[in-house]
């Protein structure tokens, strides 16, 4: 069992910048960020492959939010959000999975994190 867990969360005002970050016991290839706001189903945000690097965003985030991996754990990413907005607000939860695709779909994804909330202000 690969137990997943993230840290970072916060609130923050309207362009502020927080970033998460994601530890899995066990290296996985892909490691990812989903977030679910209330009333809404959960969507992903991006995803890293840890053997090749190789990155894909939800178009919702692209140029403001940056995944990224720890030089020396390769089982530990980062999600650095800059420029947040309200919409933003969500509870986000890392994912690790066996496989990279160059998509965001929770069936790729074997192992949750419990969550951690990112609130942003107006």
């Known amino acids: 069992q690969v137990h997943v867990v993230e840290s970072g969360g916060g609130s923050v005002q309207t362009g502020g910048s927080l970033r998460l970050s994601c530890e899995s016991s066990s290296r996985t290839v892909s490691m990812g960020w989903f977030r679910q706001a209330p009333e809404k189903e959960r969507e992903g945000v991006a995803h890293l492959d840890t053997i090749t690097g190789n990155t894909h965003y939800a178009d919702s985030v692209m140029g403001r939010f940056t995944i990224s991996q720890d030089n020396v754990k390769k089982n530990k990413v980062y999600l650095q959000m800059n420029d947040l907005k309200p919409e933003d607000t969500a509870m986000y939860y890392c994912?690790?999975?066996?496989?990279?695709?160059?998509?965001?779909?929770?069936?790729?994804?074997?192992?949750w994190g419990q969550g951690t909330q990112v609130t942003v202000s107006s």
């Open positions: 994912a690790a999975g066996p496989v990279f695709m160059y998509r965001l779909n929770e069936a790729d994804f074997s192992y």
